[in-house]
């Protein structure tokens, strides 16, 4: 009866042994997934980022262009204030 208990407490303990190296490597992988998701997830904030910041400063770029072209054509020119001009 000793023997036989002996054998069940051992295959009892290697299985718990075996169920927590699994659960530990369970967790390992979850971790290691939200790591990468996050990794990821960062790298294509900066990316977007970058993008929006480019096409912003093409934005102001072409803004300034077009308003420079719209005061020549209409020969708005920018003067200066004097005390003489101010009635």
């Known amino acids: 009866m000793e023997a036989y208990c002996a054998i069940q407490l ?3 303990l ?3 042994l075996y169920a927590l ?4 490597a369970c967790y390992y992988f979850k971790f290691a997934a939200v790591v990468t998701t996050l990794l990821n997830f960062t790298r294509m ?4 980022h970058e993008e929006n910041r480019k096409q912003l400063e093409l934005e102001m770029k072409t803004n300034a262009e077009s308003d ?3 005061c020549e054509s209409e ?3 920018p003067t ?4 003489g001009n101010v009635k």
């Open 75 to 77: 020969r708005i020119l």
């Open 68 to 70: 420079k072209k719209k």
């Open 10 to 12: 051992r295959s009892k």
């Open 45 to 48: 904030f900066n990316k977007a």
């Open 21 to 24: 190296s699994t659960t530990n």
């Open 14 to 16: 290697k299985y718990s």
């Open 80 to 83: 200066a204030i004097r005390t």
